[in-house]
């Protein structure tokens, strides 16, 4: 079984300061973990994934992700805020199995602050 | 564009009729699965397939039906539309190394918006 946590549903920041959106899974096997994001009627676009190779892993838009074992943990981060990162973004992870291995967290909600 | 293009992006339907959404992709994507997206659950399952021919269930399958005749396209039938079924619906494609099973992440379309009455 496997599952993704996303700890918070709504995060709101101020544009310039730091982004934390935090994610913590559960699995039975060795996982790859993604985060997506989702701008207001817009479909889902991969942010960054990890897939058992580095840790901190760098993804587009300044965004990047650590994963961390010892907590179970993927969280995202982002060192400066900018108004077009305001967006509902998704944790998901993947243990295998094809098309049905996917599990998706319930959303964060990101609000920026002028 | 390569992608993943959905069709049609909103409807509205009465209860008890029926409709397909359409779903294709051009990247030759063994995968292809149809979500759904309902405000608080994030995105749920509804069917897949690991390539033509061959489909399965997926966490809310009922009341939906699809079949994959094609590599490129997987159709979604709403055989008996419920109001329970308003819903944003996401299709999506991925590939996959065969022998490690590595997965490469899914590209997604951008949604078919649809509302039961």
């Known amino acids: 079984a496997q599952s993704v946590t996303q700890l918070d549903s709504h995060v709101s920041v101020s544009e310039g300061t730091p982004v934390l959106l935090r994610c913590n899974y559960s699995s039975s096997y060795s996982p790859s973990l993604f985060w997506y994001v989702q701008h207001p009627n817009k479909g889902l676009q991969l942010l960054l994934k990890?897939?058992?190779?580095?840790?901190l892993v760098k993804g587009i838009n300044g965004f990047e992700a650590e994963f961390k074992k010892s907590e179970t943990s993927f969280h995202l981060t982002k060192p400066s805020a900018h108004m077009s990162d305001a967006a509902e973004y998704f944790c998901?992870?993947?243990?295998?199995?094809?098309?049905?291995?996917?599990?998706f967290g319930k959303g964060t909600h990101l609000i920026i602050q002028p | 564009n390569a992608g993943v293009t959905q069709t049609p992006k909103f409807q509205v339907l009465k209860t008890g009729q029926s409709m397909t959404l359409q779903c294709a992709q051009d990247?030759?994507?063994?995968?292809m699965s149809w979500y759904r997206q309902d405000p608080g659950m994030g995105l749920r399952l509804i069917h897949y397939?690991?390539?033509?021919?061959?489909?399965d269930q997926g966490e809310v399958p009922n009341g939906y039906n699809v079949s994959r005749s094609t590599t490129e396209d997987f159709p979604l039938r709403l055989l008996s539309a419920a109001p329970s079924q308003t819903s944003v619906y996401f299709c999506?494609?991925?590939?996959?190394?065969?022998?490690?099973?590595?997965?490469?992440?899914?590209?997604f379309g951008s949604g078919t918006r649809l509302t039961v009455v």
């Open positions: 397939s690991v390539g033509a021919g061959i489909t």
């Open positions: 999506a494609s991925s590939s996959a190394d065969r022998e490690t099973l590595y997965y490469y992440g899914y590209t």
């Open positions: 990247m030759n994507h063994e995968y």
């Open positions: 990890y897939t058992s190779a580095a840790t």
């Open positions: 998901v992870i993947y243990s295998g199995g094809g098309a049905d291995g996917l599990t």
